[in-house]
């Protein structure tokens, strides 16, 4: 870290403890880590957001404003008398050289799968009883499922090849519809979230993100749509007074057009 970064760090620091303090400001003294909870989960979603952008600018003000959270949480930790910033670094300095034995210690692997096992591995060392262990419960459905498998599979408790996961998928596919027929919510319920799970485990085989891939489908979705409800307008229609048949048609043009072009 150069003088620079280092003196604006500080500066930050600096700035959190007097809007914290007696003379600071009101909502800040106020804010515990569960309120600012809310917060910190937005800031994180705009980093996200700013990097799917490809937005320099973007990213930059918003790393920001996520480290300015971080130091906002281990402010009231100090406080509270529980932590200070400065043992929240010391805590993943050590654990960074701890997980890198092949760039701090004397282990010389350059391959990436193996350095994942050696990851897990060392996370075992270090108290955990299970591989399943510290994946957030909040973090949403597609990325849990796709962490989950991920970690089965870098001990070998994976399909050989994606051919398996096709069989997988037809099988989970078959059991939703006679979950359906059954008529029992909590068997449709069931057999779908199966489903899903089968879908993620074949975007991990097929190398894609599946919440990036359904996030692009919802955004295609809303531009179709919002493309639909324009050129109604133009007819002087809405959808009230329009046919499916009118409506499919439309649809199936835009897809054309977006195919075409």
Request: charged share 25%.
């Amino acid at each position: 870290m150069n003088n620079e970064t280092l003196s604006e760090f500080e500066r930050l620091i600096e700035i959190v403890k007097i809007l914290r303090g007696p003379e600071g400001c009101a909502w800040d003294r106020s804010q515990t880590a569960a309120s600012l909870t809310p917060y910190l989960l937005e800031e994180t979603h705009e980093v996200i957001e700013s990097i799917q952008e490809s937005n320099p600018a973007k990213l930059k003000e918003e790393l920001g404003d996520l480290l300015l959270h971080i130091v906002f949480q281990s402010e009231i930790a100090a406080e509270n008398g529980d932590f200070t910033l400065a043992e929240s670094l010391q805590t993943i300095n050590s654990k960074l050289v701890r997980r890198h034995p092949h760039v701090f210690g004397s282990i010389n692997t350059e391959n990436v799968h193996e350095i994942k096992q050696n990851w897990e591995s060392i996370k075992l060392q270090e108290g955990r009883q299970s591989l399943m262990e510290g994946l957030p419960q909040s973090l949403p459905a597609l990325l849990q499922a796709r962490r989950v498998q991920e970690r089965a599979a870098q001990v070998g408790f994976d399909w050989e090849n994606i051919t398996g996961v096709w069989q997988k998928l037809q099988e989970e596919i078959n059991e939703l519809r006679d979950a359906v027929q059954s008529g029992i919510h909590v068997a449709i319920q069931n057999e779908l979230g199966d489903l899903l799970f089968t879908i993620v485990n074949l975007a991990r085989f097929l190398e894609a993100d599946p919440e990036e891939s359904l996030r692009q489908a919802v955004k295609k979705f809303v531009q179709r749509f919002q493309a639909i409800e324009a050129e109604l307008a133009s007819q002087g229609k809405n959808w009230h007074n329009s046919s499916l048949y009118e409506l499919d048609e439309i649809w199936n043009r835009l897809k054309k057009q977006e195919s075409s072009s």
